[in-house]
């Protein structure tokens, strides 16, 4: 079982909707949790941080952490044409600059 | 803030060569920069983890001989590919890590290197 979970997709969604992205995880160690967006030949954007259970939000972007279930978030509201993306998630323990990734979602707003 | 820089965006060698790709935070100092190596549609693969004044760690699977990084200053590191090979085609990204940071790491925009 890989450490960290993430469909790969691809998931197709018309303009406007609203995304949810997910990630689960094995480790419990796991304190740092972050999303970045990487467009195709580009390298990994960071979109958002955080280190706590709940939600933290950023423009249109929401993610949401449940360390209890072992579940994390990102969700994108009216989503954008300019939203197609990989999205990948990544978390590291406390103390460890190592991330660790999911294989990333493949996301398409259909305008 | 926290711009991470590349150079090359992309290289062409012929195989035999040895290629070198600078990685500089602009904004930042880094007290650790990551390599990484991505294939069409997967994921990252860390190669190693670079400290200033230091030695790199390679992960498993790495040649430490054939991958050379070099962290000379807390805003720049190097990785020379030697003798290419057209198998060492890929993307290659950096990454560092702020220093004081939380451990978030900013990435760079990713060197393509094709090895012919």
């Known amino acids: 079982q890989k450490e960290v979970e993430q469909d790969p997709g691809p998931l197709s969604v018309p303009e406007g909707a609203i995304v949810s992205l997910n990630c689960t995880y094995s480790?419990?160690?796991?304190?740092?949790f972050m999303w970045y967006r990487q467009y195709s030949r580009k390298g990994p954007e960071l979109l958002m941080y955080t280190y706590s259970s709940g939600n933290k939000e950023d423009g249109r972007f929401t993610a949401q952490v449940d360390k209890s279930s072992k579940y994390i978030s990102l969700f994108i509201r009216d989503s954008q044409p300019s939203d197609s993306a990989t999205y990948l998630c990544a978390m590291n323990t406390f103390g460890n600059e190592k991330l660790t990734f999911g294989t990333g979602t493949r996301l398409t707003i259909i305008p | 803030g926290a711009v991470v820089s590349q150079h090359p965006s992309r290289v062409i060698c012929k195989s035999g060569t040895s290629v070198k790709i600078e990685c500089r935070s602009l904004?930042?100092?880094?007290?650790?920069m990551f390599w990484y190596r991505q294939f069409p549609k997967q994921s990252l693969m860390l190669m190693a983890t670079?400290?200033?004044?230091?030695?790199?760690?390679?992960e498993q699977g790495v040649e430490k001989d054939k991958f050379l990084i070099n962290h000379a200053s807390l805003t720049l590191s190097t990785l020379t590919v030697t003798s290419a090979h057209p198998e060492d085609s890929s993307f290659y990204i950096c990454s560092a890590s702020l220093a004081g940071g939380l451990y978030e790491q900013y990435f760079g925009p990713g060197t393509r290197l094709t090895v012919t």
């Open positions: 480790n419990s160690a796991f304190q740092y």
């Open positions: 904004d930042f100092q880094a007290t650790t």
């Open positions: 670079s400290n200033e004044g230091s030695k790199a760690t390679y």
